[in-house]
Nanobody, 121 residues
Framework: QVQLVESGGGLVQAGGSLRLSCAASGSNYRVNDMGWYRQAPGQQRELVARVTRGGTTNYADSVKGRFTISRDSAKNTVDLQMHSLRPEDTAVYYC???????????????WGQGTQVTVSS
């Protein structure tokens, strides 16, 4: 199993910044993509940003230019720096990882427990 531990959520005023961090741990796994998703009340979980093992990133249109994802592949950590936060960014943010158990052929998706981000107007 891959364990994902998140930190860094909280309450911030509109226009403020927050940084989320996530560390993946697990023996005998090769971590592929890592990223962040979010889910607001009554909404479906949606992609915020993802980064491949090679460093290719993609972002939701709503966060482009405001959020930056970064990754340390050697440490299996991924951070999300969020600037110019808006009330509509309020959600539970989930760390995500796709990882392959060594000796197996099919990778699996893993999720953190979620961290609340609340942006007040």
């Amino acid at each position: 199993q891959v364990q994902l531990v998140e930190s860094g959520g909280g309450l911030v005023q509109a226009g403020g910044s927050l940084r989320l961090s996530c560390a993946a741990s697990g023996s005998n796994y090769r971590v592929n993509d890592m990223g962040w998703y979010r889910q607001a009340p009554g909404q479906q979980r949606e992609l915020v940003a993802r980064v491949t093992r090679g460093g290719t990133t993609n972002y939701a249109d709503s966060v482009k230019g405001r959020f930056t994802i970064s990754r340390d592949s050697a440490k299996n950590t991924v951070d999300l720096q969020m600037h110019s936060l808006r009330p509509e960014d309020t959600a539970v943010y989930y760390c995500y990882s796709n990882a392959l158990r060594i000796g197996y052929f099919t990778p699996n998706d893993y999720w953190g427990q979620g961290t609340q981000v609340t942006v007040s107007s």
